[in-house]
């Protein structure tokens, strides 16, 4: 069942494309390419078939639009019908963590990425989750499962151990550390001129701009095609993980986003680019 459907996401998994093909205000966007797969899974969403018939050209698809269009739609009726989240349906963590009290190592702002065990389809990178970590939220009673890592979550932690949820799914939130630290891989970040001083002013914005105020979490995809560009306005307005990071840090004089990918989001691939890290 949806043989073509996937068969067209296989078959172009690792092809690119310039941003232009699907460009509502055509401006000029550099040189930038962008995942075949991101922009046709983008275009279906927002019911752009013209633009997906010039991308299908451009790849030399033999696949036709209105093939792909008709197993699309019976994927949609499939997925509504049984409410199927098709990113929460492949994130997985491992059974036990890297290492343990790892906030004990942490200074305060560090900024947190992970992968998980299994990929979800969203912003395809190296990493691809982002927080900061507030010293001041790290209790001592519960060390790496403290709520003390700022940033924002989706919907989709039904079913996950309580040690690996955000306090409030959906909204911008304080993850655990253990939620890293259970992946398969973690970075712990610092900015390059990282101080005290400016660390305590990011996390005081974390806090203060998107956890006081509690915005929904949404993240705009539209933005990764140069379309719109909230991710650094400053505001809460389409919170999404990295932009909690980000903003909170840009504030407290640091760029933290590097600008290699993801068009105008700002991604974990783009935090990771351009501070000091330790991998783990």
Not at 82 to 110: C, D, H, K, M
Not at 190 to 195: A, D, E, Q, R
């Amino acid at each position: 069942m949806y043989g073509l459907y996937f068969k067209l996401m296989d078959n172009f998994e690792n092809q690119y494309i310039s941003p232009d093909i699907i460009m509502l205000d055509k401006k000029k966007v550099g040189n930038e390419k962008i995942p075949v797969v991101q922009a046709i899974e983008f275009c279906m969403q927002n019911d752009m078939w013209e633009c997906i018939d010039s991308i299908l050209k451009e790849v030399n698809s033999k696949i036709t639009v209105r093939e792909l269009k008709k197993e699309y739609e019976m994927i949609n009726s499939y997925t509504q019908k049984t409410e199927i989240n098709r990113a929460a349906s492949v994130v997985g963590y491992q059974e036990t963590p890297l290492f343990n009290n790892f906030g004990l190592t942490l200074p305060n702002g560090a900024v947190l990425l992970t992968c998980p065990k299994d990929k979800a389809f969203v912003i395809a990178g190296q990493w691809q989750h982002a927080g900061i970590f507030s010293k001041s939220k790290y209790k001592s009673d519960l060390l790496d499962a403290s709520l003390c890592v700022y940033t924002a979550q989706p919907d989709n932690y039904h079913g996950f151990p309580d040690y690996l949820k955000p306090d409030r799914p959906g909204y911008a939130c304080l993850d655990t550390i253990c939620m890293y630290t259970y992946q398969k891989r973690v970075a712990s970040l610092i900015p390059k001129n990282y101080s005290s001083y400016k660390a305590e002013r990011a996390v005081n914005d974390a806090e203060r701009i998107f956890y006081n105020t509690k915005p929904e979490y949404n993240l705009p995809m539209n933005e990764f095609f140069f379309i719109g560009d909230t991710s650094h306005d400053g505001t809460n307005k389409n919170t999404y993980c990295s932009k909690v990071v980000y903003t909170s840090w840009y504030n407290a004089g640091e760029n933290l986003d590097a600008g290699t990918f993801a068009g105008n989001l700002v991604s974990p691939d783009d935090i990771f680019d351009s501070t000091i890290d330790t991998l783990l």
